[in-house]
């Protein structure tokens, strides 16, 4: 069973900075593509960032320059450095894990943390 738990949101003002973290349980995480996303309320939960296995990223636009994705192997984690934050960056934050194996697709969600972006 694979286990994601995000961590590091909460409220910030414009300009701030926030850093998460999701730690992944389980022997996955040397082999999964990791993601965040993130969900307001009434939309849609979209990709915020993604790294690779081999730790090619790629961003949303709308957080391109401002937003870093990492992930630490040995540590089983990844963050997502969040800097120059904007009211817009208000919603919950989800990490997400995807592999496969065995000829088998997997794909794990942690809870989500909110974060919350205030004027």
């Known amino acids: 069973q694979v286990q994601l738990v995000e961590s590091g949101g909460g409220l910030v003002q414009a300009g701030g900075s926030l850093r998460l973290s999701c730690a992944a349980s389980?022997?996955?995480?040397?082999?999964?593509?990791m993601g965040w996303y993130r969900q307001a309320p009434g939309k849609r939960r979209d990709l915020v960032a993604g790294i690779s296995t081999g730790g090619s990223t790629n961003y949303a636009d709308s957080v391109k320059g401002r937003f870093t994705i990492s992930r630490d192997n040995a540590k089983n984690t990844v963050y997502l450095q969040m800097n120059s934050l904007k009211p817009e960056d208000t919603a919950v934050y989800f990490c997400n894990a995807a592999f496969v194996r065995a000829g088998v697709s997997y794909n794990y969600w942690g809870q989500g943390t909110q974060v919350t972006v205030s004027p």
């Open positions: 389980g022997s996955i995480f040397s082999i999964a593509a």
